[in-house]
């Protein structure tokens, strides 16, 4: 169910291998995504009650929370009206009207499918989101129509002002809004957890604003800045410029030239996110200079201040205090201006503006903005680079070299890869530079530029005679540590290449990663640019896929124990002693609680796995893991359960080292538990749900337990499957099976038989007068009769019955409901 299937229903007089329908289909099936363009029955003079029927026996049950269903013309208006008037089973994921009918536009061969008014709301319900693609200059739908459909179904409109009403001739490059969808169908097709898909989507923050041009006071330099709330332009204050922004230097006036560089210093030495912290105090200078606010002309201050990035936006934003709580404590910090200008979503102090909402203000300023060359709606991004900075000697080096001149060449592939001088000093440079500047042996080199504009490093002596022997320095900044992050799964596909980084054929044989297990914090920075990084190596033709890990599951914690007073603060468990099983803090007699919280140090409630292998073993170890709960979810340690696991272990050796491996054949109810526990183990294995696969092992062991003997094939499946749970035990266990292999390691899975997966019995419930009496087992193919027979032999109901009989009553209806009850009416 996590990948999307598409559905494409035609219009009137057209059917499924038309057009761009076709196209769609062609498009989705050469990705590796079910799609299916099926043709309606007597699409010329269509019935509604016959596209229901054929929807129905054809196409409901393809219907998942994963589908995409686009809808043409009246395929679209078959849609609204079946979605009007009847319940899915699931809500599906998007639905595309693409010119879809609203009425039955003139035409009489039509018209019975639009006899009723559609209840928009009930579609809306059953859909998660609702596109509709129109046309400019559509015959038979009109705009009006369109924009009315778009608000009774919240749906989104995409409007083409040259395209008429997607007829079969039309194919899919025709209609790019279309094709970018499938594009994003395509893109969504990674079976990710919704809320680190959120999580990215939040950081790459796509938003809608406008840029606006901001002029030096008394000179011809413009200062662009972006913001979402161009109606607040008039509340604008102050200014405020990133520390790095190229233009501080030129702005800043003399007397303020030593406190800026100052503060420029003190930013450089702080990371990203102790800059942008929320709560931090915020700290700034004032330039000494000012801008013009282009919509009243007014003068105000520029600073810079660290909260500021250059990386987001323009690198530099005018202040609204009065409502931007960041501004807010900044201004008043300074002691600048607070200017309201929205108040219960009505402009005030706006000149123009005054008395708009903030919606139709935002659309004026911009207008405004246009008219006057003094800004432009601007879609932004909050994402920016992972900026290389905190330079370390072990970070990759970049095979880029500069001339005398400053002109930079790469080195030639013959150069790559780029190895790390040996340095015995390797501490960051006072000036922030990378180690290896100081290393001038390495960074002053010779050679020569080649035909295609690559460099190589050689002695004079090695130049081809047409080629200018000269110097070189080297790029001197590396890589931070994140960047072999970003690619790293690639060489794990061919690590012993010597000529390249990957192959193609390496790549496409192991590529892209079936399963990612990794944590939540990762989502925005490690996992996010390493999807960019893939996406551009995919646009470079030198990965096959667009993305590089096809599945992703988090993991949960394992939380240990920590005591709390009641004030809130966390005392360390060195600290606490149990009384009565209760908890108090030795120093103050003071009574704790004890409560589930991360591992820390501090609190000395850390579990070294250290010391669980020296005293129970790895495998017990990896066992109680994986059987605490469900692995998704965040656990609590206990030793004591540990323990438990540990004396399972012990269970399942003594069941194999002394009992004798025997050629016997076991029961046909030891035969089914084996196949049942195969399947349940394997596919619990899929759906990493080791917990529950355990608890199958359990029922195993304690059923074998009661024989003399162990049957050599269901044991050798057995130990299989505790293969990789208890990899150690089961190495020693399979000696016993087949002593001639090396290692368990190579042999293959067990296997079951679906055939003795079935339950030849059912357990029937039985009522008397509608309360539960008794139950009792039969065989699955027992006729009604039988199981009646079978119910009134129970002894609660025997003796009902014959109460009833004796006090001149009978039973008054007998009830059959077949594999699950039997019930009788006693009057």
């Not at 013959?414 to 040996?422: D, Y």
């Not at 990378?434 to 490093?457: C, M, Q, R």
């Not at 893991?625 to 269970?651: I, R, S, Y």
Request: charged share 25%.
């Amino acid at each position: 169910l996590n990948t999307p299937n598409v559905i494409v229903l035609h219009g009137w007089g057209g059917n499924g291998d038309l057009g761009w329908g076709a196209d769609i289909r062609r498009f989705f099936i050469q990705n590796n995504i079910e799609c299916c363009t099926p043709t309606f029955p007597n699409s010329n003079n269509p019935q509604y009650s016959e596209w229901k029927d054929f929807f129905e026996k054809n196409i409901l049950d393809k219907i998942t929370p994963q589908t995409i269903i686009f809808g043409h013309s009246l395929g679209g208006g078959f849609l609204q009206k079946y979605l009007s008037e009847e319940n899915l089973n699931v809500k599906f994921s998007e639905l595309i009207l693409v010119a879809p009918t609203i009425g039955d536009c003139g035409i009489s061969e039509i018209s019975n499918f639009f006899t009723k008014k559609f209840n928009y709301h009930k579609i809306s319900k059953s859909v998660e989101n609702i596109f509709i693609y129109a046309g400019g200059k559509d015959p038979y739908i009109t705009t009006k129509e369109f924009n009315f459909l778009t608000e009774k179904l919240s749906a989104q409109l995409i409007f083409n002002d040259n395209q008429e009403h997607f007829w079969g001739d039309w194919n899919l490059e025709k209609i790019p809004e279309i094709l970018e969808k499938c594009n994003k169908i395509l893109a969504s097709t990674i079976d990710w957890p919704n809320k680190i898909k959120a999580m990215q989507r939040n950081w790459i923050g796509k938003s809608t604003g406008a840029e606006i041009d901001f002029m030096l006071e008394n000179s011809d330099t413009k200062i662009t800045v972006y913001t979402t709330r161009p109606d607040t332009l008039f509340g604008a204050t102050y200014f405020v410029l990133s520390p790095e922004h190229p233009l501080v230097k030129d702005i800043t006036t003399n007397e303020k030239q030593g406190e800026i560089s100052t503060y420029q210093l003190e930013c450089s030495r702080k990371s990203e996110l102790e800059r942008t912290e929320l709560n931090k105090n915020k700290t700034g200078v004032f330039t000494g200079s000012y801008v013009i606010n282009p919509v009243n002309n007014k003068k105000i201050p520029v600073w810079i201040a660290d909260y500021v990035m250059m990386g987001y936006g323009t690198g530099a934003i005018m202040s609204v205090p009065a409502h931007d709580d960041r501004d807010k404590e900044f201004a008043e910090k300074y002691n600048l201006p607070i200017t309201e200008v929205v108040v219960d979503d009505k402009l005030q102090n706006s000149g123009f503006l005054n008395e708009l909402s903030v919606k139709e203000a935002k659309e004026k300023m911009i207008i405004f903005l246009e008219e006057k060359k003094l800004g432009k709606k601007t879609v932004n991004y909050k994402l920016r680079d992972w900026i290389f900075t905190r330079q370390r000697y072990w970070g990759e080096p970049i095979p880029l070299v500069f001339t005398e001149n400053g002109k930079c060449f790469a080195l030639d592939n013959s150069q790559l890869p780029l190895i790390l001088p040996e340095s015995a000093n390797y501490e960051p440079s006072e000036s922030g530079e990378s180690p290896l500047a100081k290393i001038t042996e390495w960074v002053n080199v010779s050679g020569y530029i080649t035909d295609e504009n690559k460099v190589i490093i050689c002695a004079e002596s090695e130049i081809p005679k047409n080629k200018i022997f000269q110097k070189f320095t080297r790029e001197t900044s590396t890589m931070p540590n994140w960047a072999g992050s970003s690619w790293y799964w690639l060489r794990y596909m061919d690590p012993k290449n010597s000529d390249e980084a990957w192959s193609k054929d390496a790549e496409q044989q192991w590529g892209p990663v079936d399963l990612y297990v990794g944590g939540a914090e990762h989502a925005v920075l490690h996992l996010l640019y390493a999807r960019f990084w893939h996406k551009a190596f995919y646009d470079l033709g030198l990965v096959s896929t667009k993305e590089p890990f096809k599945k992703l599951v988090n993991q949960g914690l394992i939380l240990s124990y920590a005591y709390q007073r009641k004030t809130g603060g966390l005392i360390p468990t060195d600290e606490v002693e149990e009384k009565n099983s209760e908890f108090f803090e030795i120093s103050t007699g003071e009574k704790l609680e004890k409560i589930v919280a991360k591992m820390s140090k501090s609190l000395k409630n850390v579990v070294n796995p250290d010391d669980i292998v020296e005293a129970y073993g790895a495998d017990t170890l990896r066992m109680y893991e994986m059987f605490m709960g469900p692995f998704k979810q965040n656990k609590a340690w206990d030793t004591t359960a540990l323990e438990g696991m540990n004396k399972f272990l012990m269970k399942i050796w003594r069941l194999f080292s002394e009992k004798e491996i025997s050629e016997s054949c076991p029961s046909k109810e030891l035969i089914k538990l084996t196949h049942q526990t195969v399947k349940k183990v394997s596919d619990d294995i899929d759906n990493f749900k080791f917990n529950t696969a355990i608890s199958q092992m359990m029922i195993w062991v304690n059923a074998f337990q009661k024989l003399d003997t162990i049957p050599k094939i269901s044991g050798g499946k057995f130990v299989r499957l505790l293969s990789p749970f208890a990899p150690h035990l089961a190495e020693e266990l399979w000696q016993k099976f087949s002593p001639e292999d090396k290692t368990i390691s190579f042999k293959s899975w067990p296997s079951y038989k679906e055939e003795l997966l079935v339950e030849d019995e059912v357990t029937y419930a039985v009522q008397v007068n509608g309360k539960l009496r008794g139950d009792f087992s039969i065989s699955k193919t027992a006729t009604k009769e039988e199981c009646i027979a079978a119910a009134k032999k129970l002894e609660k109901v025997a003796k009902f019955i014959f109460e009833a009989e004796e006090n001149g009553g009978q039973i008054r209806k007998e009830i059959f409901v077949p594999g699950k009850i039997v019930g009788f009416v006693v009057k």
